[in-house]
């Protein structure tokens, strides 16, 4: 691993097998973080953000399973592991979940037990960790749930200790969440979607608030979503990720100066522009949907919905990663030789 990276992911793979036939999900997938830096992944649902971030944290469920690749991973103390080599349930992996890699899952409302209070499941996630668990520790725990409630912004954090998932509103819950993810200062911290559910407002802050905590904590983020806008607010690298590929990655200046794959292209062309409103326009949209891959063809996934598509080039294999500029990759025939 390179002394600037806390996380490098070469050749991930990850399938479900399902009656239909083989799900690829995740299919030789190449990810970096940065120490101290925010990646963003983007792409449309079903592209595989998701199932790629459970495979870092080995927490696919079955009839999922991570087949092949390397999830490296510079601890605390300075050692490089194999988080892909070890079992998902074992004391191993137990000890890096939450204590050096956390999550902020999708959906808070049903993340969160219903049936336990938001401080009980915050001190519970606390004492997980802890060697020793008496009482002295556990109103340690509690103290730091408050403190943590209160600095991601939560107005009376002793009463809100005491409450319920369901009485909290959307974006209290993801706060909520941020600061149980946060209980034991994670040196990455995963991302999935945390302000799909929200309003535009509670976006901004809960995006502030992550960048302010990264900043004060030093902390690395891999960031998922679909939202071009938000990604260009945090990341200072992008991955943009179709099919279960990556199908372009570089700094966030490269791809949204220099957007290179058709599939990034058309994402950019989607966002809506302020101050170009043409009477009867329409905003660019991608027609068709990301397909299933099951037993994927042998060709480019994004060949069936690219304008660009050339016959016996694009359908003829699986184009390789070539880099455009230094630092700047892309998975493309058109960009290529073949494409000349």
Request: with cysteine.
């Amino acid at each position: 691993m390179k002394k600037e990276n806390i996380l490098e992911v070469r050749d991930l793979q990850t399938t479900f097998k399902l009656y239909e036939g083989l799900l690829k999900a995740v299919n030789h997938v190449d990810l970096t973080v940065r120490t101290g830096k925010t990646l963003g992944i983007i792409g449309e649902s079903g592209c595989g953000k998701s199932v790629t971030a459970h495979s870092i944290l080995n927490t696919v469920q079955a009839p999922g399973k991570v087949e092949g690749g390397t999830v490296m991973y510079r601890t605390r103390d300075g050692k490089e592991v194999n988080l892909a080599a070890e079992a998902p349930n074992s004391k191993f992996m137990r000890s890096i979940r939450g204590q050096e890699i956390s999550m902020i899952f999708q959906e808070p409302m049903t993340s969160m037990s219903p049936v336990y209070t938001i401080g009980q499941q915050m001190v519970e996630a606390y004492l997980t960790h802890q060697t020793k668990k008496n009482r002295a520790m556990k109103l340690e725990a509690t103290e730091r749930a408050m403190e943590m409630l209160q600095r991601v912004g939560m107005q009376n954090p002793k009463q809100r200790m005491n409450d319920y998932p369901h009485q909290l509103s959307g974006g209290m819950c993801q706060r909520a969440m941020i600061a149980m993810a946060l209980m034991l200062n994670p040196r990455v911290l995963i991302a999935d979607e945390p302000t799909t559910a929200l309003d535009v407002t509670v976006q901004a802050q809960i995006t502030d608030l992550m960048l302010e905590l990264q900043e004060t904590m030093n902390m690395s983020i891999i960031y998922i979503t679909h939202d071009m806008g938000v990604i260009s607010e945090v990341a200072d690298d992008i991955c943009v990720m179709y099919l279960g590929r990556v199908m372009e990655q570089g700094t966030a200046e490269q791809i949204f100066l220099n957007p290179t794959h058709p599939y990034t292209v058309r994402l950019l062309r989607s966002i809506p522009k302020l101050g170009r409103k043409i009477p009867g326009a329409r905003l660019d949209a991608i027609h068709g949907n990301v397909p299933v891959p099951i037993d994927p063809k042998n060709e480019c996934g994004f060949c069936s919905r690219c304008l660009e598509m050339k016959p016996g080039v694009c359908d003829a294999g699986v184009p390789s990663m070539i880099e455009v500029e230094p630092g700047h990759y892309v998975r493309c025939f058109l960009r290529g030789k073949e494409g000349a």
